[in-house]
């Protein structure tokens, strides 16, 4: 009877793996993400490639990000969701700026807005305005739109919803890329 009823359960269990759209996917992301890792997305030199207005920063173009592990973020303060997760992103910036580059770029935005935000919440987290075009492989269809980028290019996490950034899964990825 004991025998019957683990044959049952595992037979439903393995029914659920199969069968059910998505639970597949999040297990392999769960137990074997090198898997992911490898099968990454690469950013071209040519997809690094824009022009960066700094708002609470220097000015740059984010070339100068390439060949290093970036949290490239695309957001606006016109965005709810966006707004919602701009703690924790503050939260893993400081506690990450050092083994991350961070790279927010408020998109659709007027600079004295950005910066009014900022200076309202006290956020430090470098932002920046795009002055030229943004490759499709990266451009936003929704917002917000986070990549972790590690060094080698490689698109390891894509984001397009809110998070909170400041887990311990998002902390274990910086660990992993930066070694």
């Known amino acids: 009877m004991k025998k019957n009823i683990i044959y049952l359960v595992l037979i439903i269990i393995i029914g659920v793996i199969a069968f059910v759209p998505g639970v597949k996917e999040y297990l392999k992301d769960q137990f074997f993400p090198i898997a992911t890792i490898e099968n990454a997305v690469h950013v ?11 708002i609470n920063v ?39 700026k050092g083994n991350v580059d961070f790279v927010l770029i408020a998109m659709n935005d007027k600079e004295e807005d950005v910066k009014k935000f900022l200076k309202e919440n ?6 920046y305005i795009a002055q030229s075009p943004i490759s499709e492989k990266i451009l936003p269809k929704v917002f ?11 698109i390891i996490i894509k984001e397009d919803a809110s998070r909170d950034w400041n887990t311990e899964t998002v902390h274990q990825f910086i660990d992993n890329i930066i070694k």
Do not use: A, M
Not at 44 to 54: A, F, N, P, R
Not at 63 to 84: D, H, Q, S
Not at 144 to 154: A, E, N, S, V
């Open 144 to 154: 917000p739109t986070t990549f972790l980028i590690d060094q080698h290019g490689r």
């Open 44 to 54: 071209s030199e040519e997809d690094y490639d824009i022009e960066l207005k700094g």
């Open 58 to 96: 220097p000015s740059t173009n984010l070339k100068t990000f390439k060949n290093k592990p970036v949290f490239l973020n695309f957001w606006g303060t016109w965005c709810p969701p966006c707004r919602k997760e701009w703690p924790s992103i503050q939260k893993l910036y400081d506690s990450r």
């Open 122 to 127: 006290n956020y430090s987290v470098p932002v």
